[in-house]
């Protein structure tokens, strides 16, 4: 299982961003797909997640300005991040449950105040 994420950058706070990550290989049918993001000096955490029938899970950091959802034939996962913070800055990863847990490399998003 391959996982290719892209979509950062650099955006002003109050800004929107969306991070896409498609995933390709042997993917099973029962699987959840996530983001964990990793601020600099701290502890990568999971930001949001979606199984392969829609049921979404979201940190509290992220309820009501982010949005996981899946595309296409749900092999791909995106995060609308809306309403940036300086605090949303870090590294994005994506994350593969299915078989085994796979990560993509992950895509920097920069919020300047």
């Known amino acids: 299982v391959q996982l290719q994420a892209s979509g950062g950058g650099l955006v002003q706070a109050g800004g929107s961003l969306r991070l896409s990550c498609a995933v390709s290989?042997?993917?099973?049918?029962?699987?959840?797909m996530e983001w964990f993001r990793q601020a600099p000096g701290k502890e990568r955490e999971m930001v949001a997640q979606i199984t392969n029938d829609g049921k979404t899970v979201y940190a509290d950091s992220a309820k009501g300005r982010f949005t996981i959802s899946r595309a296409n034939a749900k092999n791909t996962v995106l995060l609308q991040m809306n309403s940036l913070r300086p605090e949303d800055t870090g590294v994005y990863y994506c994350?593969?449950?299915?078989?085994?847990?796979?990560w993509g490399k992950g895509t920097l998003v920069t919020v300047s105040s």
């Open positions: 994350r593969y449950l299915g078989g085994g847990a796979y």
């Open positions: 290989g042997s993917i099973f049918t029962f699987n959840i």
